[in-house]
Nanobody, 124 residues
Framework: QVQLVESGGGLVQSGGSLRLSCAAS????????MGWFRQAPGKEREFVGG????????YYPDSVKGRFTISRDNAKNTVYLQMNSLKPEDTAVYYC?????????????????WGQGTQVTVSS
């Protein structure tokens, strides 16, 4: 069992930056590929990026490519989401998730562990 806890959300102006962190419990973090998702009110949960177990491969959808960067520190059991050039449409609750697949998966069913989410609000 893995528990994930996100932090780092908040209110930021358009064009600003935030870095989210996701701390994992347990000693098997390095065996999981990790993903970040977001969900705005009334919308489906959206994939915003993933990283393989070793951290040597990342994938982003076009909506965030070039603005968001995922990294991980397996020694600290932590995955990060650096978000730059934020836009009001990035406003959502952001979730980190863990998958046992080689990954990274791109849809919620690919992931078995989820954090509780952290709110990101971008003002115009």
């Amino acid at each position: 069992q893995v528990q994930l806890v996100e932090s780092g959300g908040g209110l930021v102006q358009s064009g600003g930056s935030l870095r989210l962190s996701c701390a994992a419990s347990g000693r098997t973090f390095y065996t999981y590929s990790m993903g970040w998702f977001r969900q705005a009110p009334g919308k489906e949960r959206e994939f915003v990026g993933g990283i393989k177990r070793s951290g040597d491969y990342t994938y982003y959808p076009d909506s965030v490519k070039g603005r968001f960067t995922i990294s991980r520190d397996n020694a600290k059991n932590t995955v990060y989401l650096q978000m730059n050039s934020l836009k009001p449409e990035d406003t959502a609750v952001y979730y980190c998730a863990g998958s046992r697949s080689y990954g990274p998966g791109r849809t919620p069913p690919d992931y078995i562990y989820w954090g509780q989410g952290t709110q990101v609000t971008v003002s115009s």
